[in-house]
């Protein structure tokens, strides 16, 4: 069975940093697309980052220039480097992996204090 284990969350001051980690138990991590998202009390989820196979990243406009996606395939594992939080960035962040099948984390909770 194929998890998904998040770490990193937290409560931090607005304008802090937090580092998210999401280790999969996939046998080919190299082979996924993944995405970080969050959702927000009331609010749908949204994708916040994205990576590709090749390591091509693509952001929401909210969290560019603040937000830093990256994957380490030989720990298989993903991060999000979040920097210049702000209140409105709190939310639960999810990863996710696409592949010829997809998987989703259990969420780790951000929450960002003005």
């Known amino acids: 069975q194929v998890q998904l284990v998040e770490s990193g969350g937290g409560l931090v001051q607005f304008g802090g940093s937090l580092r998210l980690s999401c280790a999969a138990s996939?046998?080919?991590?190299?082979?996924?697309?993944i995405g970080w998202y969050r959702q927000a009390p009331g609010k749908q989820r949204e994708l916040v980052a994205g990576?590709?196979?090749?390591?091509?990243?693509d952001y929401a406009d909210s969290v560019k220039g603040r937000f830093t996606i990256s994957r380490d395939n030989a720990k298989k594992t993903v991060y999000l480097q979040m920097n210049s939080l702000k209140p409105e960035d709190t939310a639960v962040y999810y990863c996710?992996?696409?592949?010829?099948?997809?998987?989703w984390g259990q969420g780790t909770q951000v929450t960002v204090s003005s």
């Open positions: 996710h992996l696409r592949g010829n099948d997809a998987f």
């Open positions: 996939v046998t080919v991590f190299s082979r996924y697309v």
């Open positions: 990576i590709t196979r090749g390591g091509s990243t």
